[in-house]
């Protein structure tokens, strides 16, 4: 595994980590805490020590599955990120929960299923540029991280953008910025890199593989179930996707390489992005991503 520097923060994250919304139920599949356990020391053993999860994948349900393998495991050796701003009522269904008592009492919660005394990232999810520039809950966040309860802050930036917060997230105390960034999706290049360069601003890259339709397992004509969280993407998005993949793999993947592995360290190609943070279903994909390290040229420190 290599390892970089997240911006300005004194977290030293692997290239890789792990990102954990399938955990929360709406990728088609529920999960055991066996096979938490088995995805986290999988990942363990490949050196990954960066995990990523949210309030609202489940109601707390995949912080609860990860904060039962840490209450067994070493916490120190993990980098904890976890996100607030909403309350989850069901798949794909959410509401905005970003006032301060609102995201105080998130971060309550957080910290019990976590089974831990601190978030090393504590992100912005998603959320509208008026929840943002509220000074409440500025403040709230502050006292927040001088109790120690938060080390760091991020903004996890909607799908869409929000030019105002890559641009004004440092001067408000974020130090970290988490976006969509994949081979079928650039935006983030023109959109959030110059002012990530511009402030110091560690960049975690989010649905690295396009939803796994990066990943040459999907064909064209795939379906997926009402459960699964690609059903809402629409058949002609799919297609549209999932063809463009093939066709970018055709023209770029090096021999010998999955395109799992091609795709992450595309991602890492560029040094401002620190860690990309794939989903996993199994310890063998964790393995599959976790390699993708040792295409970098880079040395680990």
């Not at 978030?119 to 912005?124: E, P, T």
């Amino acid at each position: 595994m290599k390892y970089r520097t997240l911006g300005r923060t004194s977290l030293k994250v692997s290239v890789v980590g792990i990102g954990t919304w399938q955990l929360g139920g709406e990728w088609g599949k529920a999960f055991e805490q066996s096979e938490v356990d088995a995805i986290l020391d999988r990942a363990a053993e490949a050196g990954v020590n960066l995990i990523d999860t949210a309030e609202c994948y489940g109601d707390h349900l995949a912080e609860r599955l990860i904060g039962d393998y840490l209450s067994r495991h070493e916490r120190d050796r993990w980098i904890v990120a976890t996100k607030f701003g909403h309350r989850f009522n069901g798949f794909m269904d959410r509401t905005d929960r970003f006032g301060p008592e609102d995201v105080k009492a998130q971060l309550v919660a957080s910290l019990r299923a976590l089974r831990t005394d601190r978030i090393d990232l504590y992100q912005f999810h998603s959320g509208g540029d008026e929840a943002f520039l509220d000074d409440g809950l500025r403040a709230g966040l502050e006292d927040a991280r001088r109790s120690g309860m938060v080390r760091n802050l991020g903004v996890s930036i909607r799908s869409t953008g929000s030019e105002l917060q890559t641009r004004e997230a440092f001067g408000r105390g974020y130090g970290v910025l988490q976006v969509v960034y994949n081979r079928l999706d650039l935006r983030a290049e023109s959109e959030v890199f110059p002012h990530a360069r511009r402030y110091g601003l560690g960049i975690l890259a989010r649905v690295p593989l396009a939803s796994g339709l990066l990943t040459g397992k999907y064909e064209a004509g795939d379906r997926f179930g009402p459960g699964d969280y690609r059903s809402t993407l629409g058949a002609e998005e799919i297609v549209r996707r999932v063809r463009e993949a093939e066709k970018l793999a055709d023209e770029e993947l090096p021999l010998g390489v999955s395109r799992a592995r091609w795709a992450l360290a595309w991602c890492l190609r560029d040094p401002v992005v620190a860690a990309v943070i794939p989903g996993a279903k199994s310890p063998e994909q964790v393995a599959e991503n976790a390699s993708a390290a040792d295409l970098l040229s880079e040395k680990t420190p």
